[in-house]
């Protein structure tokens, strides 16, 4: 079989997302998140106040999700709902406009507060960001004229990989929570300060860690990770799919194919909650790292210091497979 038609068959037979069951219910509480990359968050702004719940469970595809009735019981009953926006989690337009719950949508510029993006990148004084973000539009460029058109209207459907906007999602679920409970407005000052330090010393240690390795290509299984790839200037040629959902064609598997054969990349990463199957066919018999990496913090318990430790660890894989010699 030539690798073309090898190509067409993982189309009909292996694109799938691993069934996933979930390992906990959604427990009721006064403050919800739909994904736990926003739990990390959020838990390290309530710590000591309350314990947010996540309701999307682990290995569940925000997506396209079907919201169970236990799920839509606890968000009814909550008071304060953090989500990032219709573009990621559309089932939840509706279920959301049936609660009494305050709602904050925290995707960058939807939001009062999540717009601090631009201003976060210039006092902390990234020389480098402005070329960094050039690369990423002339990576997104060539991505065009090959037929790969972005389809969310230019958003970065998972903006919580890049840490000044987690910075300014934190700050704008402090406000929010300052106004749900007053009272412990003290605490939650101490835990905004605590989270803003955190980032501090955790982007500059992801910086140090990936900025020798930004001159190598890589492939990333789906289009998550522009904020992460933009802020630490890194060279990502492209994507197999835009969406999980969406089965990748196979010219564009076969473009992959191509540009992998000449070298132009050192580094191919997938994700564990889809079968790596198509990601093998396509590099099968090449000089290829290989790792995985995970947008969505499946795994990660909610603590005060697991959004910077889940950084970490995502930094720690790229400098794995971008680092290492084949």
């Known amino acids: 079989m030539t690798r073309a ?6 189309l009909g037979s292996g694109f799938s997302p691993l069934v996933v069951s979930a390992e906990e219910t959604v427990t009721q509480a006064e403050v919800m998140v739909s994904i736990k990359p926003l739990g990390l968050i959020a838990s390290a702004i309530a710590d000591g106040v309350t314990q947010p719940a996540v309701l999307i469970e682990d290995g569940a ?48 510029g939807a939001a009062q507060g999540a717009g601090e993006h631009e201003k976060e990148h210039d006092e902390h ?6 070329d960094e973000h050039d690369r990423v539009a002339e990576t997104d460029h060539h991505d065009d004229e090959s037929g790969h058109e972005h389809d969310h209207g230019g958003l970065d459907l998972h903006p919580w990989l890049d840490p000044f906007n987690a910075l300014a999602m934190a700050r704008a679920i402090h406000r929010e929570m300052v106004a749900l409970y007053p009272a412990q407005t003290e605490r939650l000052d101490r835990n905004l300060a605590r989270f803003e330090a955190s980032i501090a010393t955790t982007d500059r240690q992801i910086g140090e860690m990936l900025n020798p390795l930004r001159d190598r290509g890589f492939y990333v299984f789906h289009d998550a990770y522009t904020g992460f790839v933009g802020h630490y200037g890194l060279k990502q040629l492209g994507y197999f799919t835009l969406e999980p959902s969406q089965k990748p064609g196979a010219r564009h598997l076969a473009e992959i194919r191509t540009r992998l054969e000449s070298q132009q990349a050192v580094c191919v990463l997938s994700e564990p909650q889809f079968s790596g199957a198509l990601v093998e066919s396509v590099t099968s018999g090449l000089a290829l790292n290989k790792g995985e990496v995970d947008p969505l913090a499946i795994g990660v318990r909610l603590t005060p210091s697991a959004y910077t430790e889940f950084m970490l660890d995502l930094a720690r894989r790229f400098e794995r497979c971008l680092g290492s010699q084949s």
């Open 5 to 10: 038609a090898a190509i067409v068959v993982m």
């Open 61 to 108: 595809s925000p997506h396209h999700y079907a919201l169970k009735p236990s799920a839509m019981r606890s968000l009814m009953e909550a008071k304060l709902v953090f989500w990032i926006g219709p573009d990621l989690e559309r089932f939840l337009d509706k279920p959301l406009a049936r609660t009494s719950a305050h709602t904050l949508a925290l995707m960058p």
């Open 125 to 130: 004084g990234h020389a480098a960001h402005e």
